[in-house]
């Protein structure tokens, strides 16, 4: 394994994480001409609780303690990256009434909790309470379903 380090930058933090080489071939294979954002998030590493969060909510979901994120305009998906093969682990669809309700523009996580910037407003997708959050310009709205729904619109 060399050494090889990614630069994490987002409004919320910036830094290097060392990766092994396949999870770093692996990340590069799932760039697209139609990628967005990349976000590597390192929940041990990166929240204040070292992750901890983790060992209650991860089986809902079935996250792990490294993923990937990576949005295009069409949706947002959460990869392992504990994985080489880097497995699909959530694709959150882009749709007026998903929870991803616009093209994402720019991606980040912290605590738990994923942020998706669009051009119409901001969603942070909250995986300890498996709940989602809308803020736009003109209104705060949660999503009416879990995070393993789709379609169910916004109040």
Known sequence: MGEQYVAVSGDLMTGTLNLPDEILTAIDKTITATTVDVFVYDAPTSDDDGGAWLSKYSHELNLTNLMVLVATATELTLYNAA?????????????????????????????????????????????????????????????????????????
Do not use: H
Request: proline residues 3%.
């Open 83 to 155: 994985d080489s093969t880097l497995p699909v682990l959530k694709v959150f669809t882009v749709g007026a009434n998903n929870i991803v309700f616009a093209a994402p523009t720019a991606i980040t996580a912290l605590n738990g909790r994923l942020g998706v910037a669009t051009g119409s407003g901001f969603v942070e997708i909250n995986l300890i309470t498996d709940r989602a959050t809308k803020f736009t310009t003109g209104d705060d709205e949660v999503y009416n379903g879990t995070l393993n729904t789709t379609g169910n619109g916004w109040n």
